[in-house]
């Protein structure tokens, strides 16, 4: 078992050029599929690798595209590299070393949904990984990859950049669609979901960056290979991006499974100037804290469903024993109070007047019913909002308040 | 707009069994059993937009509340509508609302009408517990004509934003900012000025867009309102007019305050045309509310009593030859069908009159949507029972007659006062049915006030042939009284087919009358 998948031969000089991927092996798994395989055996052999999706929920990939309907509609593929999680920065990193990965993942996704218009929808600050991504695109419409019968196959597809506007609502697959459809990027009732009425009413894939870097190498080594790089029910290796009081913080791709003390501690190289840890938020800011006495966890979505929180982005947040659990709170509560898009009550108000209560704390004027508020508040975001951004929310500002409410007594 | 009839499934809403129709929302199938779930986005005329979060509910086998304006029901649905966690999450959502509120009632137009009051009265009840500042936004945007904004009452409902993209197709609102600094805002350089922006003030749950025309004028409470039909177009939209009936510590400049729309998915959906909204000045304004006798022989002095008999003298004292020849009738369009009917069947049928004119306001323009170029109610309703639409010949209406009968103000507006004079100074008796007061008026020898459509009952046939009732929703002014019951009077003085004036007939036994007589009528009357 090799540790590495995606992140193999990122050292290498000028990997994100045509020349250089192909002589790593790459477009080859492109080459298999659409010479050799049919979309149904496509469908199948990623259904059993068990791929769940990188962005944040954890759906199977393969369920995910199975649900496309067999219409006479267009179908469009939505690569989703609106990354915008705090703390999450893994698929900038691939996308940037590795461009035809991704694309050489769209060709097959594409190819086995029957799609041929695919969107790269990404963060409007990735400017420069922008660009990147259209150079890569014109080197394989240059070499037969993309555009019209690719590889003499009869498969047509076209891939474009979109870059967004920064709004981290964006990321929400439906606020998306809106927002490539040229709107304004509010999340849509659901159902119906993407998969059957998504961009320009039409049926609709939608998947993370690190999801579709995965294809390939499912196509290449097969599920069976790809479940051993990880676990039975989450196949495969994992981005883990780890942020924070650490000595070496930056991206480490580990099989899933991996214990998240030995991320902290092994790879990233424990504490730095040796401080204590106080918590870690193991998922990207919307995951729920945990306290250092619950990082003896494997790092997959089941184990972190089960210790109520979840892996979300895999953006590993260290938090030491000198900062403050007021100033994290006050971090979290801004963000989504800047970030909430603003249709729905609940996310609109509550996350705003949660976020009004901890700056009033911070300065001093808190009141110890204010701990208390900001718990009901938060409860009656929960489960209430129209889109996942409520729970977002409402989760770590729970986890964070109820584990350190006496920190947080103690400045009101 | 009629829906398929879909096959009807069973429910269960609030333990109580409930038949709903299949592919129907949880909210409409309530709403079908007398079960009301409070809502503030959702409007039936747009699909549901599931941003208020008030009309969750809970549903067994759904780990969450779920929307009811968008959850389909399915056979067997349980449904929780007064559930503790529904309960809690409605107060909640009111909670929220009420927070960044500037609950300035006192000054706001909706209050008394607003739903956000109304449910907070049925569902809040707790005390403040908010602490923090309010956002400050903007009070009095003018968006429109007749419409201003105020951003702070404003609860992001988005129905105003939907309307203008759904209906009008204008687009000129729209949601701007993000988060709690969301606001609704008119986009820069635009202003609504279509002809059904008044709907805006009406479809907002809250005082955030409220409309210049009623702003400040009354209390919403004092009003009463009354069911009528638009008399403005031949559209017949339904509408609701709001009247002050009465409120003793105020000199009342006006009785009516404003005009609503009322629903009807075959008329006019959800909405009327801001002409209908803001026409309503013709119900109060320059009313004749006596009868005028300006040259009148004899002792008589006339009352509405009388009138029938007054007038069923002179026409039985001419020769039946004269009767056809002398009687010249000058109708409008604004008249029931009953009244139309009448007037045929007395003047046309039995008496043969010949010289039948009609004076209606010209032809407007039609807007495409509700409002037509016929600028009366009942064209198309003259149109079946049978008369021909002449437009008046002032010469040949003027010779050889001896008894002009006319209907309505509407003769001013198409001859000059001189030609006009000149005209009518050649017949010998003239009488003028008019609800109004006008220098038209000193023309005839004796005007009788009339009641206008929002003060009688009848029907109107609209433009596409529907047939519509309506009753009085306003009490006509002074002595005015509505034509039919003249008509009755004067057909029994004429002693003409006595079997049916004998028993004074009611506008809805003309219309049965009529039913048997005209297929067009028997057809909309089943």
């Not at chain 1, 703390?87 to 594409?110: C, Q, V, W």
């Not at chain 1, 320009?200 to 599920?223: K, M, R, Y």
Request: aromatic share 10%.
């Amino acid at each position: 078992m090799k540790e590495k998948v995606l992140t193999e031969h990122f050292g290498l000089e000028n990997l994100y050029k045509i020349d250089v991927y192909q002589k790593q092996g790459g477009y080859r798994a492109a080459e298999k599929a659409l010479k050799k395989m049919k979309p149904e055996e496509i469908l199948e052999e990623v259904k059993k690798a068990n791929l769940r999706g990188r962005g944040g929920a954890g759906f199977p990939a393969g369920i995910k595209w199975s649900f496309v309907p067999d219409t006479d509609k267009p179908k469009y593929l939505c690569v989703n590299a609106d990354e915008g999680e705090p703390g999450t920065f893994k698929d900038r990193y691939i996308m940037s070393h590795n461009p035809h990965m991704l694309l050489e993942g769209i060709i097959i996704t594409a190819f086995c949904v029957g799609i041929s218009v695919a969107f790269i929808y990404i963060r409007g600050e990735y400017e420069a990984i922008a660009l990147r991504l259209e150079q890569a695109i014109s080197e394989a419409y240059e070499k037969g990859f993309l555009g019209k019968n690719i590889l003499e196959s009869g498969f047509d597809l076209d891939v474009f950049v979109h870059r967004g506007a920064g709004a981290y609502i964006c990321g929400e697959e439906t606020a998306l669609l809106e927002s490539l459809e040229g709107k304004r990027g509010n999340p849509r009732l659901k159902p119906p979901f993407p998969a059957s009425v998504g961009l320009f009413q039409c049926p609709t894939v939608i998947n993370n960056v690190e999801t579709i870097f995965n294809i390939s190498h499912i196509i290449l080594n097969g599920a069976e290979w790809f479940i051993k790089q990880g676990l039975p029910k989450d196949g495969g290796t994992r981005i883990f991006g780890v942020s924070g009081m650490v000595k070496n913080p930056g991206i480490y791709e580990l099989p899933l499974g991996t214990s998240l003390k030995d991320i902290i501690f092994k790879h990233a190289g424990g504490m730095k100037e040796g401080k204590k840890l106080k918590a870690v938020i193991p998922g990207g800011m919307s995951a729920p804290i945990l306290t250092a006495d619950e990082i003896n966890i494997k790092m997959d979505f089941d184990s972190l469903v089960e210790a109520n929180s979840m892996l979300g982005s895999a953006a590993i947040i260290v938090i030491d024993e000198k900062t403050s659990i007021l100033d994290v709170l006050k971090v979290v509560t801004k963000f989504y109070s800047h970030e909430s898009c603003g249709q729905c009550t609940p996310c609109r108000i509550g996350n705003s007047w949660i976020n009004k209560i901890v700056i009033r704390i911070a300065e001093g004027k808190g009141k110890k019913e204010d701990i208390d508020s900001i718990l009901r508040l938060a409860s009656n975001i929960e489960g209430n909002t129209l889109c996942p951004l409520g729970d977002a929310a409402a989760l770590p500002i729970l986890s964070i308040t109820k584990k350190f409410r006496k920190e947080l007594e103690s400045y009101v | 707009m009629q829906e398929r009839a879909n096959e009807m499934i069973k429910i269960f809403i609030d333990e109580k069994p409930v038949d709903a129709e299949e592919g129907t929302t949880v909210l409409k199938a309530a709403e079908r059993a007398g079960i009301h779930i409070p809502h503030l986005c959702y409007h039936p005329a747009f699909p549901p937009e599931g941003s208020c979060r008030m009309c969750l509910v809970e549903i067994e086998g759904f780990p969450k509340l779920e929307l009811s304006c968008s959850t389909v029901v399915k056979e067997e649905m349980k449904i929780s509508t007064k559930s503790e966690r529904v309960v809690e999450a409605r107060k909640a959502v009111l909670e929220f609302l009420l927070a960044e509120h500037p609950l300035d009632c006192p000054i706001c137009d909706k209050a008394g009408d607003c739903k956000l009051q109304d449910y907070y009265y049925e569902y809040g009840l707790f005390e403040s517990q908010f602490k923090e500042t309010k956002e400050k936004r903007e009070k009095k945007l003018k968006i429109g004509k007749s419409l201003i904004l105020d951003q702070e009452r404003c609860i992001l409902c988005t129905r105003c934003v939907r309307f203008l993209k759904e209906v009008t197709k204008t687009q000129d609102l729209g949601v701007f900012h993000r988060g709690v600094h969301s606001s609704v805002n008119i986009y820069e350089g635009t202003s609504v000025e279509n002809n059904y922006s008044g709907n805006l003030a009406e479809i907002c749950p809250v005082g955030a867009i409220t409309d210049e025309d009623f702003r400040f004028q009354t209390r919403s409470w004092f009003l009463k309102e009354g069911e009528s039909i638009c008399p403005l177009c031949s559209r017949g939209c339904n509408i609701l007019i709001e009247y002050h009936p009465g409120f003793s510590r105020f000199e009342l400049p006006n009785r009516v305050y404003r005009i609503k729309a009322r629903e009807n998915p075959e008329v006019n959906g959800f909405w009327i045309c801001d002409r209908g909204r803001y026409g309503y000045s013709y119900l109060d304004e320059g009313r004749a509310d006596k009868i005028i006798l300006n040259k009148i022989e004899g002792e008589n002095v006339l009352t509405w009593e009388n009138i029938s008999e007054y007038l069923g003298e002179k026409i039985n004292s001419m020769s039946s030859a004269k009767k056809t020849s002398g009687i010249a009738l000058i109708l409008h369009t604004w008249l029931s069908n009953e009244e139309l009917f009448l007037l045929h069947k007395i003047f046309k049928k039995d008496l043969k009159v010949e010289k039948i004119f009609f004076a209606d306001l010209p032809e407007g323009e039609a807007d495409g949507f509700l409002l037509t170029s016929e600028p009366s109610p009942n064209r198309r309703g003259a149109q079946e029972i049978g008369f021909d639409i002449k437009a008046v010949d002032l010469s040949t209406l003027a010779d050889g007659t001896d008894f002009l009968l006319a209907f309505g103000p509407f003769l001013s507006g198409l001859f000059s006062p001189k030609y006009l004079k000149g005209a009518l100074s050649k017949i010998k008796r003239k009488v003028l049915f008019s609800s109004y007061s006008h220098e038209l008026n000193s023309l005839f020898d004796v005007v009788i006030p009339v009641a206008l459509i929002a003060e009688k009952e009848g029907s109107l046939t609209n433009v596409e042939g529907i047939v519509q009732g309506f009753q009085p929703a306003l009490e006509p002014p002074g002595e005015s009284l509505p034509e039919w019951k003249v008509l009755c009077d004067l057909g029994k003085e004429l002693g003409m087919d006595s079997k049916f004036y004998s028993e004074f007939p009611s506008p809805e036994t003309i219309l049965s009358e009529m039913g048997e007589k005209i297929p067009f009528f028997k057809k909309k009357n089943d």
